[in-house]
């Protein structure tokens, strides 16, 4: 995870990158077969990024884990998954490939296009109470 130049330092002298990462290694120390990353890459740069997604690749290689991960990054979604679903409000919209759900928009397409048109929404948007209400619904069918 990119740690060893700061394995002397303690942990409260961590930056919060740096503190997400060794949560994430953590969680993995036990060599689980499964692995629920939320928003893994969450408040991370580019180089905890990449190194996180090298962690999760080596995860699934050297484990066989099975990795679902949750997240509103799209790339982290192209870079690690072999199958995404998308989901918008609580539905799953389409599950595929990443490549078939790019190769349904366009030759050029990224995952935030696929994502933008399956949903009709070309930005996150919405009122306190459409907030409520996808919590309300997640709630129940949880």
């Known amino acids: 995870m990119g740690l060893t130049e700061v394995r002397d330092r303690l942990v409260r002298q961590y930056c919060g990158g740096m503190v997400r990462r060794l949560e994430i290694a953590q969680s993995t120390l036990h060599a689980p077969s499964i692995v629920f990353p939320d928003e893994p890459t969450e408040g991370l740069d580019p180089v905890g990024r990449h190194a996180l997604w090298r962690h999760i690749r080596d995860l699934r290689a050297r484990l066989g884990a099975a990795v679902i991960v949750t997240t509103h990054y799209m790339d982290d979604a192209d870079a690690l ?43 996150e948007g919405g009122s306190y109470r459409d907030v409520r209400r996808t919590r309300r619904a997640a709630r129940e069918h949880a």
Request: proline share 2%.
């Open 81 to 123: 998954c072999d199958r995404i679903a998308l989901i918008d409000h609580g539905r799953i919209l389409r599950t595929d490939t990443p490549a078939a759900l790019k190769g349904q928009i366009g030759e050029h397409a990224t995952l935030d296009d696929v994502f933008a048109q399956m949903t009709g929404n070309e930005a």
